[in-house]
């Protein structure tokens, strides 16, 4: 790099005295040769933020989900949930046990007769119990996730609990059908 002589007349100066601007600024070049001072650049910009949020993890809500939800659904799936939770507990005392449960069944309905199938009973009751309890599980988690991303969900209750009774009935029809003083009543009607 060259540096500029202190000396402006160069006497004291060695070195040839600069010639064509050599030391000049880009400023005092374009001053001396008069040109129009250059175009100013625009500010440096900061990238704006994505117009659409990326997507949300599994179970976390998004920030406009929780906004774009319904007020009126999100009190019908919880109301809902809530009701099948009751009716989850209470229904799986009976169902662990069933055959005392099949006992005071016909004595409502008015079968003369014992249900002697106990043995088959309490299996299938535990079935229906854990059936149920998977089946309150997956529809609440599932609704739950729906109404976080912001979308209708008051049907996935109702979906759930028809499915999940469907397969429990189907436990409990199995040890019924099999005891003799069921399908005597059965067949008598």
Partial sequence: MTVPPSDPSGAGDPRPRPQYGE????????ARM??????????????MAPAV???PIWGAPSPTAARA???VDRVVTIALLAYGAVNVVL??????????????????MGITG??????????WGIAAAVVLLLGYVGTA????????RGRISWWIPLVGAVVTYVVVY????????????????VTSR
């Fill in 141 to 148: 988690l599932l609704a739950v996730r729906t109404l976080r």
């Fill in 114 to 123: 014992d249900f002697t199938n106990v043995e088959a009973a309490r299996g």
């Fill in 23 to 30: 030391y000049a600024s880009p400023e005092e070049q374009r």
């Fill in 91 to 108: 229904s799986m005392f009976s169902f662990f046990d069933l055959p005392a449960a099949a006992t005071s069944i016909y004595r409502v």
């Fill in 69 to 71: 939800g319904h007020p």
């Fill in 170 to 185: 189907i436990c409990i029809a199995v040890p019924l059908v099999g005891d003799p003083a069921f399908m005597q009543y």
């Fill in 53 to 55: 949020p990326p997507p």
């Fill in 34 to 47: 008069k040109l129009p001072p250059p175009p100013v650049a625009p500010p440096a910009q900061t990238p």
